[in-house]
């Protein structure tokens, strides 16, 4: 396991090139996202006085959603945040595990997360960010391969010599082989068998991009993955905060209550309405909760069943498929092989990927932490299987998997799924991406289905919040400087109802 912290937090780089490792990784990992950057959030002399007195019901306690609450009690708006689980976090959500709490998924930091990272400088938190170098591995055909170097790379059997130089050298090459080229309408398996030759994309990098897509993987635009690569490079760097994601989540949640914000978990919106520019949110308990501004992060899914009224014909059609995602979170008495992330191809699991978290965070009561994981469609067999068969038969297979581990090695193992993870993007996607604002409502979209071409991460959430609250705040000061000058109508339009020339 590399112990190696790196000091600080890392400096931005300039645009790297794509290596083997970083390819690998984009293509098959869920936790490294594209680095979308919103507009600077409301700060300095005018903060405070744009939607100030505005009242805004926040859809959804997730990163994104607590983001925007934070954001719009600090701009003085009176906020109230309705999440229908008990606990806040959304995805980056906990669970109690002994003396502590644990993800219920993995989840990184990359150096590149700048809204992030400027989101926990402002709460304090960005000093306690840990860094390290961390470590990629492969298991094809059930063998094990690391995958960090070059040398790595020479030595991957699972390829011949010709296909393993060609690998490398494409990865290199990669994000300038995009540049100039139409990728958003352009098939992923199009574009990488073109580039990487059709037996890399069958034996390597087909089962690693189906992991993460299902039956679509092939026909998801090649933007997609480009943008990925945009924020990896060869050197490895994650970040974790410190005391873990709760310890952000927490700090967002007094942030928000401290300003006067109301944050109100186990309050499912059962109910959306709008009328009279203002909307109505009824929760499970028949509470209901009115506001001049609603900022919805909800899945749109779940927003088209809520939507009542006008409303329900107004959320947007584009019929998105999602997937979700399986997960087992294994407590062991010993690390694995100290790599953070291995895709597992073609090994007779029902997981495609392993995660050890303990790499990255270090262990947790005397436990290294590692995660499994499939991303699967929310209708799938496996997904609708119950949690305990899952972790009973995945424990086998990850016992199986790594010769020196036994079952008498495995401490604990929980299983957690989540049915809206990433969207599925079609070809063609940016044209077709909704606005963040449904016109002629008070009500804005945050949802993972507006943050392509990044990958849905924190980070994105984040940014998409920054972006939502900022027109939000233009639009109740009457517009910036900068939007007077490209025309007074969009602050008009978008406090009256009217259109949005802004696209999510
Ligand atoms: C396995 C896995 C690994 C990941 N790894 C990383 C990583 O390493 N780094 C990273 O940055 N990101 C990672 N992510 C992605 C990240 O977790 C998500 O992109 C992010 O959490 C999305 O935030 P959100 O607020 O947009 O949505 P969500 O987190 O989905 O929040 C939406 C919220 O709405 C609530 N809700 C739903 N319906 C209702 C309703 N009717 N009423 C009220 N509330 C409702 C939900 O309970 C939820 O809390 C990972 C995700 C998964 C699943």
Redesign the pocket.
Known sequence: MSDEVVGGWPARRPEPAASAEAVAKSVAD????GGERGPAAPSGPGAGRGPAGLRVAV???????LAAAHRLVRAGARVTL????DQ??????FFPWRDGWVER?????MPS?DDLLGLLGELGLREGVRWRRTRMGMVVDRRHHPFNSALDLLRFTPLTLRERVRFGVVSLLLRRLGRGRDLDRLRTEDWLREVYGDRVWDRLLAPMFGSKFGAAFGDVPALYLWQRLGRESNVSVRGYPEGGYKSVIDALRSSIEDAGGVVRTS????RLTVGAGRALATTADGATTEADRVIS???LP?LRQ?ADGDLAGLVPDVELPYQG?V?ALFFLKRPLTGHYWAPVVRSGTDFDGVVEMSALAGTFAGRHLVYA?RYTDRASALYREPEGRIAARWTKQLVGLYPDLTSADVDDVRVFK?P??EPVYPLGYLARQPPVRIAGTPVLLA??AHVYPSV??????VALANRVVALLDDAARGGSADQRRGGEALADQLLQGGGDPHRG
């Open positions: 869920g936790g490294d996202a859809l959804g306690g997730g990163i994104c959603g309705l999440e229908g689980s806040l976090g959304g995805l980056g959500t998924f993995y989840h990184c930091v997360d309050a499912p919106v059962h992060t909800l899945p779940v809520v995602v997960n994981m989540a809206f993870v949802t993972t849905t991460s924190w980070n994105s959430g």
